[in-house]
């Protein structure tokens, strides 16, 4: 779209051809990199967002049923519930960062 644009004024004002015939290479090889760096990390945004989601309404269940939790003597299974959603935050932002350093 922006070519479309701003495409005719590039003509325009290049002194000669190979002006923007650079200006467009470079374009489009910064655009592939982009994608070719930022496609992976999606996946990995959200299996952290998944992560935290599981995490966040696990606590909400637990604030919600935390009188029938207490009757029945569960905190212990409901505090290794929680322990393991938060293992799963740790270990998908430990890979979410290792993406990034890659």
Not at 24 to 51: D, I
Not at 65 to 75: H, P, S, T
Request: overall charge neutral; charged content about 20%; glycine content about 6%.
């Amino acid at each position: 779209m922006r070519l479309v644009v701003f495409g005719p004024a590039l003509l325009r004002t290049a002194p000669t051809a190979g002006i923007w015939q650079l200006c467009l290479a470079l374009s489009m090889f910064s655009s592939l990199a982009t994608h070719f760096v930022g496609h992976p990390l999606t996946a990995r945004s959200a299996s952290l967002q998944r992560a935290e989601a599981d995490f966040r309404s696990s606590l909400m269940r637990l604030r919600l049923f935390a009188e029938e939790i207490a009757e029945r003597q569960g905190e212990a299974a409901e505090e290794e519930a929680a322990g393991q959603y938060f293992e799963n935050i740790k270990a998908a932002t430990w890979l979410a960062a290792r993406g990034t350093l890659n």
